[in-house]
């Protein structure tokens, strides 16, 4: 079975521009969950996208945005970019919930590093 | 809201030996609480969860205990061995409707050979 695939690998860019990643959840599941992840520090939770739909957002700006497609795959859109938002951005998933939060697994992650 | 904290953030160990790394969290409500492994590069890896429904749960080396009444739970992991070497993170989910996982800022353990 497949896991998390997130693209791309990398990604550089300059103060102002705008970053999309991506991300393919485990064949089944539903939820897809963003988090960040800068150099040293914990994970940040970010979005929580259920069935098409943004469910839940962490404490960050508005520029950060994304949205989840009909096959559960997710993008995850960062506008007008800041130095401080180069970090680890992990995606995970989950099955449907049931009324119980389920395992999230986690992907390789997308390295973006704004210059 | 919810706030996770991790101890210790360093860990050194000699293979064979035991290590424990300890975490508490503020939000009562809080009903799920896993621990993820990332070594170097790698992704965070779920190794062992523990619901709130229960005190207890091992998973060959590994185990995790619950303390509801003190807000901590703790992984225990016995018979270290090197490639246990890496960063360990605790998680929890602070409410069921909104599924979002707070971590401590993680452990690095270090298992010497």
Redesign the interface.
């Known amino acids: 079975e497949a896991g998390v695939t997130q693209s791309p690998t990398h990604l550089i860019k300059t103060r102002g521009q705008q970053a999309t990643l991506r991300c393919s959840p485990i064949s089944g599941h539903t939820s897809v969950y963003w988090y960040q992840q800068a150099l040293g520090l914990g994970l940040q939770f970010l979005l929580w996208y259920d069935e098409g739909e943004e469910r839940n957002r962490g404490n960050f700006p508005p520029r950060f945005s994304g949205r989840q497609f009909p096959n559960y795959s997710s993008e995850l859109n960062v506008n007008a970019l800041e130095l401080e938002d180069s970090a680890l951005y992990l995606c995970a998933s989950s099955s449907g919930t049931g009324g119980f939060i389920q395992p999230q697994h986690f992907g390789d992650g997308t390295r973006l590093s704004i210059l | 809201g919810e706030n996770v904290e991790q101890h210790p953030s360093t860990l050194s160990v000699q293979e064979g030996d035991s290590a424990v790394i300890k975490c508490t969290y503020s939000d009562s409500a809080s009903?799920?609480f896993?621990w993820?492994k990332q070594e170097l590069g790698?992704?965070?890896?779920?190794i062992i969860?523990i619901?709130s429904n229960v005190g207890e749960k091992k998973d060959q080396r590994i185990a995790v205990t619950l303390n509801k009444t003190a807000k901590h739970f703790s992984l225990h992991i016995t018979e270290t061995q090197p490639e246990d070497s890496a960063v360990y993170?605790c998680?929890a989910?602070p409410n069921?409707g909104?599924?979002?996982?707070?971590?401590?800022?993680?452990t690095r353990l270090l298992v010497s050979p």
């Open positions: 009903n799920y896993p993820y790698k992704r965070p890896q779920l969860d619901r993170f998680a989910s069921t909104f599924q979002k996982l707070v971590f401590g800022t993680g």
